[in-house]
RNA sequence: CGGGAUGUGGCGUAGUCCGGUUAGCGCACACGGCUGGGGGCCGUGGGGUCGCAGGUUCAAAUCCUGUCAUCCCGACCA
């Protein structure tokens, strides 16, 4: 591995990217677009994932699993919804290859094999589930439907970055279908809660929650909640989304039941998902110039232990040793891995295992014997300190829930720091264009001044953010505003 | 799709303007040894259709034409 540190002086992109790579995440795949995700990467994604499964499975949630392909006419039925993913689809539109006349030993499309009805590579499921519900519901008694689907889809984006945004990514996309509006709106409320909770408690990273203005609203929903985190270089980054959509599935693909009351009605429906963009929030939220640091609760190992000796001898009695307080560890539900290659030297260990952000090291040599005592190095820090063995197991335990609490009031006080409250549209400028970061001002909810606060200063509206009622003059067009909103640059 | 740039062992590159020995270097890799508490040292070795196709020439990584790919900046976006 290169010797040379990452530093954040450097472009912020190439720094992210060089990043990712070194730390064994991902790479670029040779597809366009498209990632390879590596194995410690995905054991990162596995450990949000099994988190995340167990949060909708507590709320009343279950899995299920629908094609990779959609049916065209099924895709335009929902026309806006259609209309907001047509420009970045994948579509299929043969199935088979033949030997190539004219290029011995190449294959080419067959033409004789041109689907009837072309074939959309999901970009998000709604149009295959609803079409499905359609037939799953007749009455009140088969509501509501709770689903989560962990799947892979494809969005043809212009252009690509590892993990936030890839032409096909990993996420989880829920969707459920309920009686009443009220139970609708319940519900993506709560979800939406979920995926804050899951952020500040499990990745550290603190989120605001709210709702996104009708220009940023997912196409086909009547309201999307959102949470928006803020990354390192002051840019925003929209985690997670949870949309209320009201009845427009239901009457794109004629879904009715039965009410209590014996009347027809559409069904209303809610839509949520978050994706390995999480990975790329995880990765921008804590790591440094040394690299990855990662909370100990989504660390695929929290303890690294590393040998150092000179003979077999030596490395027999600390293998006992490390054996030891991994049996300990375990038990308390630390989870911990024995490095004892012989074939890297210990300084390049210590590297590497920085790089991936393993939270907490522990050295081992002779003189520790000696002493009956280990060396900890905790990740977030960068300290090092000597413990008796028999003291490790309650240092360690305490050490990574620090860690974890650390990693989150730290990005807390950045993101705190760097929320401004402006009163005019010159400071608006300047402080976008200085510090970054989000902007909190007075916006008079119009779609007009939300587009030319865009053309001139490339910042959005990220949430009009829950509990701030005060209302206030525009910060663009003077206009009387009932509150302040978000504004920032975004990924 | 518009603007810019780049393609040379696994990775990073020199050489290209001005054609001329066997295409050079660093990292990585393999072997031997010294080592081992922060990417260590010495020695030896393997690995290249210079993106692809065509052309000019006694001679092409280098010049010309075409083509493909990738990256960056825009429009688009979880």
Redesign the pocket.
Known sequence: ???KLISREEDY?KWY?ELVVKAGLAE?SAV??CMIIKPYGYAIWEKMQSQLDKMFKNTGHENAYFPLFVPKSLFEAEEKNAE?FA??CAIVTHYRLQNDPDNKGKLRVDPNAKLEEELIIRPTSEAIIWNTYKNWIQSYRDLPILINQWANVV?W?????LF????E?LWQEGHTAHETKNEALEETVMINNLYANFAEKYMSMPVIKGVKSKN?T?AGAEKTYCIEALMQDGKA???G?SHFLGQNFAKAFDVKFADRDGQLNYVWATSWGV???LMGALIMTHSDD?GLVLPPKLAPHQVIFVP????EEQLNSITQVVEDLRNQFNERGISSKFDNR?TK????K???H??QGVPV?I???????EKKS??I?RRDT?E?QFIKIEESLDFVSKLLDEIQKNLFDKAKNFRDNNITEVENFEDFKTTLENKGGFISAHWDGTDETENKIKDLT?ATIRCIPEENNIPGKCVFSGNPSSQRVLFAK??
């Open positions: 591995m290169d010797k992109s990217n670029n366009r677009g907001g420009k970045e969005r984006e212009m252009r690509t970055r936030l945004r890839t032409a990514f940023e997912f980054l929209q985690a989304t994706s390995s963009r040394r150092i000796y000179k003979n012989d030297r210990p300084g390049e210590f590297a590497q920085e790089i090291r050295t081992i040599g002779p003189k520790d014997l280990i060396e190095f960068l090092k490339k975004a990924y």
